[in-house]
């Protein structure tokens, strides 16, 4: 499989410096890293959704427990959760750490990815997201500790989108 271990060990040791400790997710190609680690590790929670939507009330649960979690998720799911991000973790301000997985970029060999990628970063503007890309192995872990960091100072919904460049491993 293309998808990085290497990558995914490094954005999953990330997630767990910065005390995320609930981890929701769908099946999704370049996820498949992730979800395994979370649910092999005994000391991270995972929560595999039916539609990522669901995610949101997970998270918005967690944060309410004092708990830490984050959203992992394909850029069609973020699409598809719109409206959990604005009517729950907006509205309430809870801190919502996203990780989506940038498809449909350069580079992006399944036309049924295209249409998401094409539109992800102007939707996660459009919600006044912050969102900053992941991209090489050497920022993730300094990038997954100042997104935390701003999503719970500002209590609100910030976004690492996951790059081919860091994601994909060519055979």
Request: proline residues 4%; charged residues 20%.
């Amino acid at each position: 499989m293309p998808v990085s271990l290497t990558a995914s060990s490094t954005i999953y040791a990330a997630l767990k410096a910065s005390g995320v400790r609930v981890v929701s997710a769908l099946p999704e190609t370049w996820l498949v890293h992730l979800i395994r680690m979370a649910e092999d590790d005994p000391e991270m929670t995972l929560v595999r959704l039916a539609k990522e939507e669901e995610g949101v009330g997970i998270s918005a649960g967690a944060h309410l427990a004092g708990v830490r979690s984050a959203m992992l998720m394909q850029n069609h799911g973020f699409l598809a959760s719109v409206n959990g991000i604005v009517s729950c973790a907006q509205l309430y301000r809870i801190p919502l750490l996203m990780l989506i997985s940038a498809r449909g970029e350069f580079g992006e060999r399944d036309p049924w990815q295209t249409e998401g990628g094409l539109v992800t970063r102007h939707v996660l503007d459009a919600l006044r997201i912050p969102v900053d890309e992941l991209g090489h192995a050497s920022e993730v872990a300094h990038k997954v500790a100042q997104a935390q960091t701003l999503a719970y100072s500002a209590s609100r919904p910030v976004a690492l989108l996951l790059t081919r460049d860091l994601m994909w491993e060519e055979a």
